[in-house]
């Protein structure tokens, strides 16, 4: 659409154009910045999500196998600790008969 003036239709195509070069700008800027926080990361030595889920889910398992293990040693040495009073007894009314 043209103007009887043509001040405003420079002044509308300089707007048109500047929006065009701020938009660029911003998609310039937000590829800078996503470079960025891409080489941050890489410099913190930060794992991925799915190696971090993976090890905690190995460590979930270790523990409850550690939980099972102790467990099963408390009842050994449970009935370890019974073997040799037995025996004693045992050995006991051996002697005296």
């Known amino acids: ?3 009887q003036n043509p001040f405003f239709d420079d002044l509308a195509r300089m707007a048109g154009g500047a929006l065009g070069a701020l938009s660029g700008l911003r998609a310039e800027i937000e590829a800078l910045m996503r470079q960025q926080m891409e080489r941050f990361m890489a410099g913190v030595d ?3 999500r799915e190696e971090f889920e993976v090890v ?3 460590a979930v398992k270790a523990r409850e196998e550690n ?3 102790a467990q099963r040693l408390a009842d050994l ?3 370890l600790a ?3 009073a037995k025996a004693v007894k ?3 009314a051996d002697k005296s008969s």
Do not use: Y
């Open 67 to 69: 939980a099972a293990l």
């Open 90 to 92: 045992s050995k006991a």
């Open 46 to 48: 930060m794992v991925p």
């Open 77 to 79: 040495e449970a009935k």
């Open 56 to 58: 905690r889910d190995m």
């Open 82 to 84: 019974e073997v040799p």
């Open 1 to 3: 659409m043209q103007t």
